[in-house]
T-cell receptor, first 115, second 112 residues
């Protein structure tokens, strides 16, 4: 069964450094998402992406964050200058369509630790 | 706007007992509702979802949930708990935009 993959599974970085989290969505999916989950807290929506544009973003997704689909398969989340509070599990998801009833398929996550 | 409230951050049941995890939602448009399970250090796996039609939805691993519009609820049940059901469970709602709003999660513990 096709699945969403994410790399790396774990990343440790120093505060102020840039990180890029990578995702390979399911191949026929057109909508892509990033969520994050701070340890012990709920999963929070960051951004949705369709047709090479951001469709929607949350208040968490400030100027430090950016997303890109650099080629036909990868979907990336960049954090320009990491802060301690960016430490979290980051999940990528994809779906065939963008309406609410479409199932979002989640990747296994990247655990980011900012020191 | 949409939101989800999961009543009970921790639920403990004995193996073989009924599992009931509660979820109430708020949505300004007809909601689409989901339950996900998360095992330690893993991603989110879809258990079941409600979009339209039959209000009793069956999912994987013997779980089911019933959409009750009058109660704005979407509680998750399983008749007989198994040790392997121990995990964190998230209820989520989405509307037309596609993004999902998650509840705080409920940790299910299954005692032998």
């Amino acid at each position: 069964e096709p699945e969403v993959t994410q790399t790396p599974s774990h990343q440790v970085t120093q505060m102020g450094q840039e990180v890029i989290l990578r995702c390979v969505p399911i191949s026929n999916h057109l909508y892509f998402y990033w969520y994050r989950q701070i340890l012990g807290q709920k999963v929070e929506f960051l951004v949705s992406f369709y047709n090479n544009e951001i469709s929607e973003k949350s208040e968490i997704f400030d100027d430090q964050f950016s997303v890109e689909r650099p080629d036909g398969s990868n979907f990336t989340l960049k954090i320009r200058s990491t802060k301690l509070e960016d430490s979290a599990m980051y999940f990528c998801a994809s779906s065939v369509g963008g309406v609410g009833l479409e199932t979002q398929y989640f990747g296994p996550g990247t655990r980011l630790l900012v020191l | 706007a949409q939101s989800v409230t999961q009543l009970g951050s921790h639920v403990s049941v004995s193996e073989g007992a009924l599992v009931l995890l509660r979820c109430n939602y708020s949505s300004s448009v007809p909601p689409y509702l989901f339950w996900y399970v998360q095992y330690p250090n893993q991603g989110l796996q879809l258990l079941l979802k409600y979009t339209t039609g039959a209000t009793l939805v069956k999912g994987i691993n013997g779980f089911e949930a019933e959409f009750k519009k009058s109660e704005t609820s979407f509680h998750l049940t399983k008749p007989s708990a198994h040790m392997s059901d121990a995990a964190e469970y998230f209820c989520a709602v989405s509307a037309t935009a596609g993004k999902s709003t998650f509840g705080d999660g409920t940790t299910l513990t299954v005692k032998p």
